[in-house]
């Protein structure tokens, strides 16, 4: 069975993103899939999709990054450099584990298709 994941590292101060919002979206439709905030793990306390709800396609994920850093106490310019992390990605196998984490700081992000 297929399913969606994530998770955030926080590497400006080397720890899980916790409290990171967070929205997936699928391409073309009028309103997001899911809303949530992550755990202390910085992660989605379960799948955002599986089963026959992860169908392949487009999908976006928005992070608010400059949400997160103003909550922690970090300075940010306004506008921030970085307001929202968009990750737009296909799915091609709804029964394959997609795993897409994020390490972010307010000037910087990294993705990859994990595991």
Same mark, same amino acid.
């Given at each position: 069975?297929?399913?969606? +994941?994530?998770?955030?590292?926080?590497?400006?101060?080397?720890?899980?993103?916790?409290?990171?919002?967070?929205?997936?979206?699928?391409?073309?439709?009028?309103?997001?899939?899911?809303?949530?905030?992550?755990?202390?793990?910085?992660?989605?306390? =379960?799948?955002?999709? +599986?089963?026959?709800?992860?169908? +392949? =396609?487009?999908?976006?994920?928005?992070?608010?990054?400059?949400?997160?850093?103003?909550?922690?106490?970090?300075?940010?310019?306004?506008?921030?450099?970085? =307001?929202?992390?968009?990750?737009?990605?296909?799915?091609?196998?709804? +029964? !394959?584990?997609?795993?897409?984490?994020?390490? !972010?700081?307010?000037?910087?992000?990294?993705?990859?298709?994990?595991?």
């Amino acid at each position: 069975m297929g399913q969606l +994941t994530t998770h955030v590292l926080d590497t400006m101060h080397g720890r899980p993103a916790a409290g990171m919002a967070v929205a997936l979206w699928r391409a073309g439709e009028p309103a997001p899939l899911r809303e949530l905030v992550l755990n202390a793990d910085g992660r989605a306390d =379960g799948p955002l999709l +599986t089963g026959a709800a992860l169908t +392949t =396609g487009r999908y976006r994920l928005v992070f608010a990054v400059a949400d997160y850093f103003r909550a922690r106490g970090v300075a940010l310019p306004d506008p921030p450099f970085l =307001g929202e992390v968009v990750l737009d990605f296909g799915i091609a196998d709804a +029964t !394959a584990h997609y795993h897409v984490p994020l390490l !972010a700081s307010p000037w910087s992000y990294s993705t990859y298709r994990g595991s």
